[in-house]
C-alpha cells in the first residue's frame, strides 16, 4: 500500500457498502458521516473486521486523505456507537 498523508480525524456515521463482486459479496465500504461527507475506507484487516457492523452507527480513527475526488480513510481504530 502507497504511504498516505493527510490529517488524522474521528469521524461517526453509518458504514454501508459501495461495492460488491459478482456473487453479490460487499468488497468495498464507506462512512457516510454525519458531517455529510462519504469516506471510502482503505482496505486492510480493520476493513474486513467492520464489514460485520454495515448499516450501524460506528465512530472511526485514521488517517484522512482526499484523492481522486473522494476523502478516503485509513482506518486505526474502530468503535460502535449506541443507539440512539
Not at 458531517?35 to 460506528?58: H, P, T
Amino acid at each position: 500500500m502507497e504511504n498516505m498523508q493527510g490529517s488524522y480525524k474521528r469521524i461517526k456515521g453509518v458504514l454501508l457498502p459501495v461495492k460488491w463482486d459478482d456473487n453479490g459479496s460487499v468488497q468495498d465500504i464507506a462512512l457516510y458521516a454525519n458531517d455529510e461527507n462519504e469516506y471510502i475506507i482503505v482496505k486492510n484487516i480493520k476493513s474486513k473486521e467492520m464489514v460485520k457492523m454495515l448499516r450501524q452507527q460506528v465512530e472511526l480513527y485514521g488517517m484522512v486523505q482526499f484523492k481522486n475526488g473522494k476523502n478516503i480513510i485509513l482506518v486505526e481504530k474502530y468503535s460502535q456507537e449506541p443507539d440512539e
